[in-house]
DNA sequence: ACCTGAACACCGTTCAAGT
DNA sequence: ACCTGAACACCGTTCAAGT
């Protein structure tokens, strides 16, 4: 029946729509293998571990971030990755804290880091400047990301609505605000934070003549 | 020997520690009933699931966080509170995520949101200014702890050393930052953000009478 | 009332054996 | 060369039984 061979590009790829479909705790070597129409310890032969097959699976979900044409302004090549990165991540929700935790190890990881930190150099003409921007960028973009990912990730768990009852005399202000709170447009407040972050970027450099 | 009963306070207090010791992935319930001098399933008697222990376990680690003076200004009172959420969240960087992310369900977590939302709508002086620079403050600030503890939960856990040989041709700016990017000291540039997302703030009220 | 023992339904991973 | 079966050392959790 299933004549396919095993590889490992079949491997990653049944495990990020079985991990996208199951979260990540529903996740087993031995379901992926009934995936695949296989024992699970066939996989053994293609994949060292779980560890490190689930740093492949974040490596494809990186793979799917697009890249900005390099002659954008280096504001909007920041943007452009801000946006693309958002966009593939809220795709696999249950990888984002591996996604946006995981060492930039790999060659594709490296490349989008890199498109990062060049803007930064371009707009600042300062190295240590552009590290100190770096880390604000990519710190606010994964709390953002973590923030929405979250909400997403809790109602495919938590079943039950046990949530204690909101205290508005110790807590005036979240209970005024819960409302607000719980209406709020994601994209719309990404975009909002990521101007805050960008326009404290100090441009030492003129546009690049073109 | 042991005649110490098993209360919830116990019990959380040796996960804690044996969380920190081992890691969230080195951490079962029966292990920690062996800390505890009991088998695992004593503990099911005092606790529901493991799941809702580690969310005791989180509380906890909220409940360690300083609840600023509320005769600070608005914004001494938010950095307080992030420096005071950072140094509690750093004491147990295995627990980063689960703290970062879960719902605030908790009283204890509740009555901290609500100090960070009464600044901000005192500052503003606006209800959707306010929630708009909530998310934006507590993105960069959990993004941020995310980093600076993913460091430490990396070198626990990979003992080999496989980083790609980093490629100085695709990746020009990475390769020349990538000494700054190592030494960088986490506390200045948790500050560093923070004035940032702070300054952003737009202030409609002015200081308040004493 | 509180804890234990045995059991159930799972895990990741190793390894000799099959084809 | 690639996959399987059985096994090892674990899990979380239930439940009847002990004290």
Redesign the pocket.
């Known amino acids: 029946m299933t004549r396919v061979?095993?590889t490992v590009e079949r491997i990653v790829a049944a495990a990020l729509a079985r991990i996208d479909h199951d979260g990540l705790d529903g996740?087993?070597?031995?379901?992926l293998?009934a995936d695949l129409g296989?024992?699970?310890?066939?996989l053994?032969?293609?994949v060292p571990?779980?560890?490190t097959l689930l740093d492949l699976v974040v490596a494809e979900i990186y793979a799917e971030v697009d890249l900005a044409d390099p002659d954008l302004a280096w504001d909007e090549r920041i943007r452009h990755f801000a946006h693309a990165l958002r966009a593939a991540v809220l795709a696999h929700p249950h990888l984002l804290t591996r996604a946006v935790t995981q060492p930039p190890t790999t060659p594709v990881v490296q490349q989008r880091i890199d498109v990062l930190l060049g803007a930064l150099r371009e707009a600042t003409g300062d190295d240590a400047l552009a590290v100190r921007h770096f880390w604000v960028i990519t710190a606010f973009v994964s709390g953002a990301l973590l923030g929405e990912t979250a909400s997403v990730r809790q109602t495919d768990t938590t079943s039950d609505e046990s949530a204690t009852e909101l205290d508005a005399i110790t807590c005036p202000s979240l209970a005024a605000l819960g409302p607000v709170l719980a209406t709020c447009d994601f994209a719309t407040e990404f975009a909002f934070g990521l101007d805050i972050v960008l326009a404290a970027v100090p441009v030492t450099r003129r546009r690049r003549p073109r």
Chains 1, 2 share one sequence.
């Open positions: 061979p095993l996740f087993s070597m031995r379901k293998g296989v024992e699970a310890m066939a053994y032969k293609h571990d779980k560890e």
